[in-house]
């Protein structure tokens, strides 16, 4: 599978983007999706991931309660709406998938494939 995140600019503290990666090929369904971050300096981290029917979802502790991951099967695409934005959320954006597991991964090496990043930057 490929994957084309995009959806990432410039945004005030406290002001919202919404994060889109769209996957070809067939089955999109089974590939477990996942969404992560990499500031300048620092490890890239897991930011939210979702299972492949959408019904389980999982998001680092950063981040609850004010990005929500969701997915559109028919669409190939899994989203992240961002809100509630801060300055440490800045980072370049990486989608991720995998295929072959049923919950949803919190680590790098649980990814396969990965997307192109896109970049978020939240001012002050």
């Known amino acids: 599978v490929q994957l084309q995140a995009y959806g990432g600019g410039l945004v005030q503290a406290g002001g919202s983007l919404r994060l889109s990666c769209a996957a070809s090929?067939?089955?999109?369904?089974?590939?477990?999706m996942g969404w992560f971050r990499q500031a300048p300096g620092k490890e890239r981290e897991f930011v939210a991931g979702?299972?492949?029917?959408?019904?389980?979802?999982s998001y680092a502790d950063s981040v609850k309660g004010r990005f929500t991951i969701s997915r559109d099967n028919a669409k190939n695409t899994v989203y992240l709406q961002m809100s509630s934005l801060k300055p440490e959320d800045t980072a370049v954006y990486y989608c991720?998938?995998?295929?072959?597991?049923?919950?949803?991964?919190?680590?790098?090496?649980?990814?396969?494939?990965w997307g192109q990043g896109t970049k978020v930057t939240v001012s002050s």
């Open positions: 090929g067939r089955s999109f369904g089974i590939y477990v």
């Open positions: 979702i299972s492949g029917s959408g019904g389980s979802t």
């Open positions: 991720a998938a995998d295929r072959g597991r049923l919950w949803v991964g919190v680590r790098i090496d649980e990814y396969a494939f």
